[in-house]
């Protein structure tokens, strides 16, 4: 079965720094893989996929996230933070080929201080 | 457009109760999922829907746990016997296709607390 870890449950940081949440995954097939992003008082929202091709997924808010398959890790990167991107960040994955349902890491709670 | 609505949005209940929770997917979405979050721990999968049948329902705890779509959109889970243990926000998903790449777009959750 697949599994996803995100190490750091909590990361605080100041606004306009960069920021790396971190998340590894165990699979013994091919996976596909999701960030989705919960803001306070608000449902999960996708943030950025990989499914194929380039290995580095961006979003429309400066995230991005690099699929390393070596390293079985999905990194979410962003080089400056707002205060607006607080919120808890969620690592998932899904099997390709498979059942179409998510397995989610714990979250990391990304708190943006001024 | 609207996007997944969940009722209610906080059920308080005894232990041994029954209760029932219900989501309403983006229109036309075919699939449909629930996830249970537990405090400080990420969405775990319960139930996929395809159309009406459930096509994977191996997340289910126990047999007091059971989901229905009679006609292929809104959605019921219904648990029996509740347990403290079941306390938590009930999440549910729908996507367009049938495939794992498709996006799912989660409704805000209900959230559950037996007592």
């Known amino acids: 079965a697949q599994s996803v870890t995100q190490l750091d449950s909590q990361v605080p940081v100041f606004e306009e720094a960069p920021v790396e949440l971190r998340c590894n995954y165990s699979?013994?097939?091919?996976?596909?893989l999701f960030w989705y992003v919960q803001y306070p008082n608000q449902g999960l929202q996708l943030l950025l996929k990989?499914?194929?091709?380039?290995?580095l997924v961006e979003s429309i808010n400066g995230f991005e996230a690099e699929f390393n398959k070596s390293q079985t890790s999905f990194h979410l990167r962003k080089p400056s933070v707002h205060i607006s991107d607080t919120a808890e960040y969620f690592c998932?994955?899904?099997?390709?080929?498979?059942?179409?349902?998510?397995?989610f890491g714990k979250g990391t709670k990304l708190t943006v201080n001024p | 457009g609207a996007g997944v609505s969940q009722t209610p949005s906080n059920k308080v209940t005894e232990k041994g109760k029954y209760v029932e929770l219900r989501c309403d997917p983006i229109s036309g979405h075919t699939a449909l999922y629930w996830y249970r979050q537990s405090l400080g721990q990420g969405p775990e999968f319960l139930i996929y829907f395809q159309g009406t049948g459930a096509a994977d329902d191996s997340g289910l705890p126990n047999d007091r746990f059971f989901a229905v779509r009679p006609e292929g959109s809104v959605s019921t889970l219904k648990i029996q016997r509740t347990e403290r243990g079941d306390s938590a926000v009930y999440l549910c998903?729908?996507?367009?296709?049938?495939?794992?790449?498709?996006?799912?777009?989660f409704g805000p959750g209900t959230r559950l607390t037996v007592l």
């Open positions: 699979s013994s097939v091919s996976v596909y």
């Open positions: 990989y499914l194929s091709g380039s290995t």
């Open positions: 998932a994955v899904t099997l390709q080929g498979g059942s179409e349902k998510l397995v």
């Open positions: 998903a729908s996507s367009a296709g049938t495939s794992p790449t498709d996006t799912q777009y």
